[in-house]
C-alpha cells in the first residue's frame, strides 16, 4: 500500500532521526525520504563547514577548493558531504568514487564513498566498499553500524543485527548503535525488544532527540499513545508531538495487519535516497 500523505509528515520524518524514514516503513507506508538510520548513513558523520564569512554557500566553497585539487581526499570526502546535505547524491557518490580510485587504501574514503552509495539507494556497492573501508583486526565501530544501516535496508535484519552486536562489543552502550539496534528490531516487528533497547540508548548520557523521538515512535507504534506524546513532548513542542502522535494513530488505523505476527513483512522502498 502507498500512501501518499507520507511526503509531508507533519513531523514525524522531519523531525526525528533519520532512521524514522526507515521507520515509517514498519507500517507499510512507502516514502520518498532518505531512508538513513541514526548515526549510520546520514551527513553527520562529516557535516559540511559553513563558510566563513564569504557569503558562498558551502558547497561552492567546497566545491573550488575541490577543484583546485581533484587528487586532495579530504577535499573531495568534505565537497561530498557538502553535496548530500544538499540533496545532491549522485553528485556525491561520483565525486567520491573517483577518490576511492585514486586512493584505494584511503578508509576515509572508502567510509565515505560507502555511506554516499547507501545513501542513493545503492546497498550491494556500498556494503562491498564499506567491507573494505576496515579490517578484520582493526574493526571501525561506525563501519559496522552503517553495514548493519545498510542490511537492515535490504530486508537482511538478522544479519544486521550480529553487525550492531559487533560494534557494541567495541563501544559497550553506544546510544547511535543501539537505537540502530532498537529500529532493527522494529523492522522485525519485535516491538517488546525494540522498546528495551531504545530505551537503554535514551539512557546514556550521550544520546540524543533522535533516540527519544525513535523510542516515542516504536512506543507508540505499540498503540500507547499518550505515552508516546508524553517522551516526544521532551523535544518536540508540544503541538508537533500531539501531531505526530494523531498521524501515527491514523497510520496504524489503516495497517491493521502491524500487530499481526503473520503478516507480510512491511513495504520498504527508497526513492530517491
Given at each position: 500500500?502507498?500512501?501518499?500523505?507520507?511526503?509531508?509528515?507533519?513531523?514525524?520524518?522531519?523531525?526525528?532521526?533519520?532512521?524514522?524514514?526507515?521507520?515509517?516503513?514498519?507500517?507499510?507506508?512507502?516514502?520518498?525520504?532518505?531512508?538513513?538510520?541514526?548515526?549510520?548513513?546520514?551527513?553527520?558523520?562529516?557535516?559540511?563547514?559553513?563558510?566563513?564569512?564569504?557569503?558562498?554557500?558551502?558547497?561552492?566553497?567546497?566545491?573550488?577548493?575541490?577543484?583546485?585539487?581533484?587528487?586532495?581526499?579530504?577535499?573531495?570526502?568534505?565537497?561530498?558531504?557538502?553535496?548530500?546535505?544538499?540533496?545532491?547524491?549522485?553528485?556525491?557518490?561520483?565525486?567520491?568514487?573517483?577518490?576511492?580510485?585514486?586512493?584505494?587504501?584511503?578508509?576515509?574514503?572508502?567510509?565515505?564513498?560507502?555511506?554516499?552509495?547507501?545513501?542513493?539507494?545503492?546497498?550491494?556497492?556500498?556494503?562491498?566498499?564499506?567491507?573494505?573501508?576496515?579490517?578484520?583486526?582493526?574493526?571501525?565501530?561506525?563501519?559496522?553500524?552503517?553495514?548493519?544501516?545498510?542490511?537492515?535496508?535490504?530486508?537482511?535484519?538478522?544479519?544486521?543485527?550480529?553487525?550492531?552486536?559487533?560494534?557494541?562489543?567495541?563501544?559497550?552502550?553506544?546510544?547511535?548503535?543501539?537505537?540502530?539496534?532498537?529500529?532493527?528490531?522494529?523492522?522485525?516487528?519485535?516491538?517488546?525488544?525494540?522498546?528495551?533497547?531504545?530505551?537503554?540508548?535514551?539512557?546514556?548520557?550521550?544520546?540524543?532527540?533522535?533516540?527519544?523521538?525513535?523510542?516515542?515512535?516504536?512506543v507508540g507504534l505499540q498503540g500507547r499513545f499518550a505515552e508516546a506524546e508524553t517522551i516526544a513532548r521532551a523535544d518536540l513542542p508540544s503541538d508537533e508531538a500531539a501531531?505526530?502522535?494523531?498521524?501515527?494513530?491514523?497510520?496504524?488505523?489503516?495497517?491493521?495487519?502491524?500487530?499481526?505476527?503473520?503478516?507480510?513483512?512491511?513495504?520498504?522502498?527508497?526513492?530517491?535516497?
Open positions: 500500500m502507498t500512501c501518499s500523505v507520507c511526503f509531508n509528515l507533519p513531523g514525524i520524518v522531519r523531525r526525528l532521526a533519520p532512521a524514522a524514514a526507515l521507520a515509517v516503513a514498519l507500517a507499510g507506508c512507502q516514502t520518498t525520504q532518505p531512508m538513513e538510520v541514526t548515526g549510520s548513513i546520514g551527513t553527520a558523520q562529516a557535516a559540511a563547514p559553513t563558510s566563513e564569512g564569504t557569503g558562498d554557500r558551502p558547497t561552492d566553497v567546497l566545491g573550488e577548493r575541490y577543484r583546485a585539487d581533484p587528487r586532495d581526499p579530504d577535499a573531495a570526502i568534505k565537497y561530498a558531504a557538502a553535496l548530500r546535505a544538499n540533496g545532491q547524491r549522485s553528485q556525491a557518490v561520483a565525486v567520491l568514487e573517483q577518490a576511492a580510485l585514486t586512493h584505494p587504501k584511503n578508509l576515509a574514503v572508502l567510509g565515505a564513498y560507502g555511506r554516499a552509495l547507501a545513501d542513493n539507494g545503492d546497498y550491494k556497492q556500498a556494503l562491498d566498499v564499506l567491507n573494505r573501508a576496515h579490517t578484520p583486526d582493526q574493526p571501525d565501530w561506525r563501519i559496522l553500524s552503517v553495514q548493519g544501516a545498510v542490511l537492515d535496508q535490504m530486508g537482511r535484519h538478522e544479519e544486521a543485527q550480529r553487525y550492531y552486536a559487533t560494534a557494541l562489543r567495541i563501544v559497550p552502550d553506544e546510544p547511535s548503535v543501539l537505537s540502530n539496534l532498537g529500529l532493527s528490531y522494529a523492522l522485525s516487528k519485535d516491538l517488546v525488544r525494540a522498546e528495551s533497547t531504545l530505551r537503554r540508548a535514551s539512557a546514556q548520557g550521550s544520546s540524543d532527540a533522535r533516540v527519544r523521538q525513535n523510542l516515542a515512535l516504536v501531531a505526530n502522535v494523531s498521524y501515527l494513530r491514523k497510520m496504524l488505523a489503516q495497517q491493521n495487519g502491524w500487530k499481526d505476527p503473520q503478516a507480510g513483512k512491511p513495504s520498504m522502498r527508497a526513492q530517491g535516497t
